[in-house]
Each structure stands twice: as C-alpha cells, then as structure tokens.
C-alpha cells in the first residue's frame, strides 16, 4: 500500500476513535487514556490563556484559558491547511474538536463545580464566567452546546481526511500529489 494512503487511512480510523470516544465521554471528565493525556495537554494551553489573556482584563483572562486552549490546535489546523497539508489539518481539526469538548465538559460543570481544580482556593472559570453572563443555572445547556460544537469540528476533520483519502485512492498510478501553495 502506498505510505501516503496508509497514513490517511490511519489518520481516519484515529479520527473516527476520537470523535466516537468524545462522544462515549460527552460531558464526564476523562479518566485517563488518549483522552486523558490529551486532556493533560490542552491543560497546558488552557492555564497559558489565563497569563496571556489577562492583559485584556478580568473577564478576557478568565475565558483566556478556554480560548488559548482551542486556539492553539486551531491555529495548527490553519496553518496546515493553508499550505496544502489537508491530511494534517484534518488531524488538527480533531484536536480542535476534541478540545472544545473538553472546555464543554468544564462549562457543564459551571454551576455544580464538582471537578477537582489544579489547587485549593483557585477558582472555577465557568461557575465565573457563566455568573457574570447570569447563565450559571444553564451551565449543563451551555456544556451541552459547546459539545456538539466539538463534535461538528471532528466530523469536519473526519470529512477532510475522507475526501483526502479518496483522492489519494483516485489518483492515476504514477501521478503526482497536487502542490496547492
């Protein structure tokens, strides 16, 4: 098989794991496997919002966290796509979907903050960011929304990396891969 087709057809297959394990875990915390590790690494991101958005004031550095972590892969998937590399753009579209889930599952947890935070006495960005909209009584709707956004950015990534696929699988023997940039 050739390797370019290979790859994609991995790429799909993680694709299709990830959107169906996102979608298994909908709005409960990860407890551990891919989505555990790749909910450790959106954490990264996400506490590096609070320092960069907070220059923007108290409401733009509690919401920074959730923002720079989606940001982040979804810079990632522009930038692959704006040079030519859909099949890595559309992996990336998965990581932004898989994080905005992750940030659906915090928003949920806005009104009743059962999860636990990276230390005592900090606090619950939803519970306050959904305070000062007067939405936290809707933080279990307002998880539930930013879910299925999740989901939509996966099936986008899974789409892509289809259509990609299949113009591998189409392409004459022989014929080169179209340089688009």
Do not use: K
């Not at 496997?33 to 220059?55: K, N, Q, Y």
């Not at 923007?56 to 720079?68: D, E, V």
């Not at 949920?108 to 960011?129: E, K, Q, V, Y």
């Not at 950015?153 to 891969?177: D, N, Q, S």
């Amino acid at each position: 098989m050739n390797p370019a087709v290979a790859a994609r057809v991995m790429g799909l297959l993680a694709l299709l794991w990830l959107g169906g394990a996102v979608l298994v875990r909908g709005l409960a915390p990860p407890t551990g496997g891919i989505l555990g590790f790749l909910h450790m690494v959106d954490l990264v991101f996400h506490e590096a919002g609070h320092v960069i958005f907070s220059i923007f004031g108290q409401f733009a550095g509690i919401l920074g966290g959730s923002l720079n972590q989606v940001l982040i892969p979804a810079i990632c998937a522009g930038y692959f796509l704006w040079h030519g590399q859909r099949a890595a753009g559309a992996l990336c579209l998965g990581w932004t979907g898989e994080s905005i889930s992750d940030v659906a599952v915090y928003a949920a947890d806005g009104r009743d903050m059962r999860l636990p935070l990276l230390a005592d006495g900090l606090i619950h960005d939803w519970n306050w960011l959904l305070s000062a909209l007067s939405l936290r009584e809707q933080a279990e709707p307002v998880g539930r929304a930013v879910l299925a956004v999740g989901a939509a950015v996966i099936l986008a990534g899974i789409v892509l990396m289809a259509v990609e696929l299949t113009a591998h699988l189409t392409r004459p023997a022989g014929a080169r891969e179209p340089r688009l940039r």
